[in-house]
């Protein structure tokens, strides 16, 4: 097969939607399939990432991302990720795909919807969608939400009836290397401490919630010996900021930039800090705990259903100076907690969502 992927990173969007899709375009070329991507160069974007896996990247242009006087269309919760217009996007994509006879186009963004994928869609054998918000149409073959507490019914008057809905975090799309280690990081949870916190919030994090992490967690009673592994993706602002604070710490601290072996230091950690995206999949699969750190309004719902099932605690940045040093405390001082939020969460995932994805992109074409 043939297959296209239509997706963005920016400093504004963050990087989860490029990533999730370069761990599904992984597995399809594994399988022998070709993938290629489409992207706008906005601030931030992965188009080096992407190129660096040995995937085709076509850059769209930069545009003038501001509405037209009179356009009287409504617009979408998303519209501005867009950076321009969705029939100046759906024209110049159209343009790119012309001839290439592509079996799928893989479509994950915000600011895109129903009306866009019509008009590719005559470029294309059939779409798939990859959404989390469910508030919008679609014009798809497959719809893949992998968020837990969403249901098949959320999107039955938003796809037509034809569309095979793949619902859940067993569909998330996780690296193969979550379900390889899984076995070792479910075993290390048996004996609970808490010695390393793993904090990853994203690999943008604009507004520096790391360094708002890092100030609670120095002026909390967390003993000092507690090691912190911190993450930081490449194209993060406050990159700098967050390092000259780590070495002031008086935790043994480390500050990684763009890792590739992020299973490998959620199996050494015994509690992560991190944000209410897809990561928490690859948290879930590997029993990790985690203090999850709601960045932004999609992660709500994310954040609530890991709640509920007691896999996760939720906190709002609003509540960071009060609540976080206090709970990581409590965590320390009685680690059998970890283990109760382990059991739970590794019961969501198990890391095998990517072969079910490609089995029924295979069994459509």
């Known amino acids: 097969m043939k297959i296209a992927f239509r997706t963005d990173a920016s400093i504004q969007i963050g990087t989860g939607h490029v990533m999730r899709c370069l761990t599904l375009a992984d597995e399809l070329r594994r399988q022998g399939h070709e993938c290629v991507f489409l992207c706008r160069e906005h601030e931030g974007h992965l188009g080096d990432l992407i190129s660096q896996k040995g995937f085709k990247l076509h850059l769209l242009a930069k545009t003038d991302s501001r509405k037209k006087p009179g356009t009287s269309e409504p617009e979408l919760a998303h519209a501005d990720w867009l950076g321009g217009s969705w029939q100046k996007d759906a024209k110049e994509t159209s343009d790119l795909l012309h001839d290439q006879q592509l079996d799928w186009l893989v479509v994950d963004h915000y600011a895109l919807d129903a009306r866009w994928e019509r008009m590719v869609s005559r470029e294309v054998g059939q779409v798939m969608v990859i959404d989390d918000l469910a508030d919008r149409e679609h014009e798809c073959a497959v719809l893949l939400d992998q968020n837990l507490g969403r249901q098949p019914c959320d999107y039955d008057s938003l796809v037509p009836s034809y569309c095979n809905k793949l619902i859940g975090p067993q569909y998330a799309l996780l690296r193969p290397e979550f379900s390889e280690i899984r076995p070792e990081s479910l075993a290390r949870r048996q004996s609970p401490k808490l010695e390393c916190i793993l904090i990853s919030l994203g690999g943008v994090d ?38 000259r604070q780590a070495a002031e710490l008086r935790f043994p601290a480390t500050v990684s930039v763009g890792v590739d072996d992020m299973a490998e230091r959620m199996c050494r950690a015994d509690l992560a800090i991190g944000a209410a995206g897809s990561t928490s999949w690859e948290r879930c699969c590997l029993g990790l705990p985690c203090v999850l750190v709601i960045l932004a309004a999609n992660q709500s719902s994310i954040g609530s259903a890991l709640q509920r099932s007691g896999s996760a605690v939720t906190i709002d940045t609003n509540d960071m100076e009060d609540k976080i040093g206090d709970l990581i405390s409590q965590l320390f001082i009685k680690p059998s907690l970890l283990t109760d939020v382990s059991e739970r969460a590794q019961k969501i995932c198990d890391g095998n969502g990517c072969a079910r994805v490609t089995t029924a992109m295979d069994w459509q074409v």
Do not use: F, H, K
């Open 206 to 243: 604009r507004t520096n919630v790391t360094g708002q992490v890092l100030e609670a967690l120095a002026e909390s009673d967390l003993p000092s010996t507690v090691e912190l592994d911190i993450v930081v993706g490449a194209t993060a602002p406050c990159l700098e900021g967050i390092q």
